[in-house]
Every structure is written in C-alpha cells, then in structure tokens.
C-alpha cells in the first residue's frame, strides 16, 4: 500500500514497504499495483536501477538510450540545414 507523508513540512513524498523474498536461487523484491501502474510496466518489462544522489531510481528508460536520443537530436537541430540536402 502506498502512503504519502510530510518531510520537513515542506515537501511530500510516496512511500512503500517492499519486502525482499526468494525467488528460487535468488532474492527478489514484490511490487505492489499502484507502483507498476505509476511506473507503467507490466509483468515482463525492464526496470533500470540507476544510483543517484539521492538512491536508487527505479525507471522504465533506458539511461543510455535517453543519452543517445539527446545527442541525436542535438545534431538534426545544428546540422538541419545539411541533413535537409541529404534527403533531397
């Protein structure tokens, strides 16, 4: 279940308990609906696991794809006018 309270009175935060079980040889953690339908993945989805300042972010994105994505899109926008001719 999904809780929400107040941390320093200034900014609310979401917060569940997740429990760590076996999952045959290994360990494995249960996510509740509320947090798959918020993250919107499914049974079979990835999860990517990246460490920040903060923690641990789960995410359905690919970090590094994001990153390649970002510099594609960088080099359309200041090469436009080249690319144009290219397609012509």
Known sequence: MLGRLKWHGYMEVSMSVLKITT??????II??????????????DNLYA???KNGIELTPYNPEFAKQVEIAERVMREDRDALRKLAK
């Open 23 to 28: 999952v045959g040889n290994s360990v494995g």
């Open 31 to 44: 996510l509740p609906r509320e947090i798959l339908e918020r993250l919107r993945v499914k049974r079979g």
């Open 50 to 52: 990246i460490e920040t």
